[in-house]
């Protein structure tokens, strides 16, 4: 498949992506009754869900990576050709932007917003280190070993980095940047964006220097 028709796939999953994420924050918000508790266990299982329907949708086509760190690090394992990260990442971050701009008037609110929801300083942004390194780890064990449960594996650890992470687990440029367009449960403040995507690409970085080791190809025994 050429790389427009992928390109076009990976828009459109990330897109999807984050109108189930920031769809569900705003229908868990106001079906909860001010219980914060709810509403992110909400917001998790539907996330989770659309990641395993988005995966398996399109996963044949562009390979579903719906993220810039995955496509970085699948480049850097040469799992993906570096000539088309950028094509992937541009996609990623447009289709991020309209997902966000969809749920907005799905739900009847502004399409343009500018989040104030403030997630400062280090305890989130070693959240978000960690989020990005246990995802990329999932994905890259999978590539090795279990590709056909990739979808399953990345919506389960997802579903879980909502709640043992005190950000609630973006791991995701993409991600970070649209939801600093949405004044909702699940914005983030602009000024908070640059650590977080930031502390992504560490967790993934290291993620990929780990997993790089683990699973490099033995040498034949003589």
Do not use: C
């Amino acid at each position: 498949m050429n790389l427009a028709r992928r390109a076009v796939a990976e828009g459109v999953g990330t897109a999807m992506l984050l109108a189930v994420v920031v769809g569900s924050g705003i229908m868990g918000e106001r079906l909860a009754g001010g219980n914060t508790a709810i509403a992110l266990l909400a917001n998790a299982l539907a996330t989770g869900s659309g990641l395993i329907a988005l995966i398996l949708t399109f996963g044949p086509i562009s390979g579903a990576q719906l993220n810039p760190i995955v496509t970085l690090s699948l480049a850097a394992t040469k799992h993906f050709p570096w000539r088309e990260v950028p094509t992937y990442v541009v996609a990623q971050v447009i289709g991020a932007i309209l997902g966000v701009w969809a749920a907005h008037l799905m739900f009847g609110e502004p399409a343009f917003q500018l989040s104030v929801k403030a997630r400062p300083g280090f305890a989130l942004a070693w959240s978000e280190v960690i989020a990005s390194f246990g995802l990329l780890m999932v994905i890259l064990g999978g590539v090795r070993h279990r590709a056909e449960a990739i979808p399953y594996a990345v919506a389960a650890y997802i579903v879980g980095a909502y709640w043992f992470t005190a950000s609630t687990s973006f791991a995701n440029p993409a991600v970070t940047i649209a939801r600093s367009l949405s004044n909702t449960f699940a914005g983030i403040r602009f000024a908070d964006a640059p650590l977080f995507i930031a502390a992504q690409l560490v967790g993934a970085a290291a993620a990929t220097l780990l997993f790089g080791w683990l699973v490099a190809t033995p040498p034949k025994v003589q």
